[in-house]
T-cell receptor, first 115, second 114 residues
Framework: DVKVTQSSRYLVKRTGEKVFLECVQDMDHENMFWYRQDPGLGLRLIYFSYDVKMKEKGDIPEGYSVSREKKERFSLILESASTNQTSMYLC??????????????FGDGTRLSIL | AQSVTQPDIHITVSEGASLELRCNYS??????LFWYVQSPGQGLQLLLK??????LVQGIKGFEAEFKRSQSSFNLRKPSVHWSDAAEYFC????????????FGKGTHLIIQP
């Protein structure tokens, strides 16, 4: 089974802090994604990555950056945390089999509170 | 703009009754379509996917979904629900299978009555 592991289930930080959310997948997947989930809004894509050192902006990248130095690890960075970034953050990964892109697999999420 | 609509925010169903959750999409071309389920405090688990071919797809946990191009719909069904099916259900669409970011609906919260 694919395992996507997010380093923290719950995290509390203060406004203005630099926050790192870590995600690791164990299946050598090429693609990795960060979403945030808010009640009534569903999931929204923040950033994604096709390969090491590659990154693409999603729908709501403002206030965030990402890092992918190794294939299995994809980090989400809140440069200066603000209260409106309090949310559930979900990491996902996917692969390609032949020429067909496979569905995304999700981690259990990190519930981040910014005080 | 690409969008996925789940018209029902909440649905209440009696245990043992049948279930249908609605999903409509708006995309330039036929997208790849997915249904995910999320139990409280958990991540999303893939129930089923439609990439091409047979428009009726079978998934895990006894779920199925039918792709209807004429209605731009991908509704999820289950003939008999169990209390353990209570969860949040998300419909999602993407143009690159799982290789690009997915567009999610806002979710349908399923409540099971005893």
């Amino acid at each position: 089974d694919v395992k996507v592991t997010q380093s923290s289930r719950y995290l509390v930080k203060r406004t203005g802090e630099k926050v790192f959310l870590e995600c690791v997948q164990d299946m050598d997947h090429e693609n990795m994604f960060w979403y945030r989930q808010d009640p009534g809004l569903g999931l929204r894509l923040i950033y994604f990555s096709y390969d090491v050192k590659m990154k693409e902006k999603g729908d709501i990248p403002e206030g965030y950056s990402v890092s992918r130095e190794k294939k299995e690890r994809f980090s989400l960075i809140l440069e200066s945390a603000s209260t409106n970034q309090t949310s559930m953050y979900l990491c996902a990964s996917s692969s390609m089999v032949g020429f067909l892109n496979q569905p995304q697999h999700f981690g259990d999420g990190t519930r981040l509170s910014i005080l | 703009a690409q969008s996925v609509t789940q018209p029902d925010i909440h649905i209440t169903v009696s245990e043992g009754a049948s279930l249908e959750l609605r999903c409509n999409y708006s995309y330039g071309a036929t997208p790849y379509l997915f249904w995910y389920v999320q139990s409280p405090g958990q991540g999303l688990q893939l129930l089923l996917k439609y990439f091409s071919g047979d428009t009726l797809v079978q998934g895990i946990k006894g779920f199925e979904a039918e792709f209807k191009r004429s209605q731009s719909s991908f509704n999820l069904r289950k003939p008999s629900v169990h209390w353990s099916d209570a969860a949040e259900y998300f419909c999602a669409a993407g143009s690159g299978g799982g290789a690009d970011g997915l567009t999610f609906g806002k979710g349908t919260h399923l409540i099971i009555q005893p």
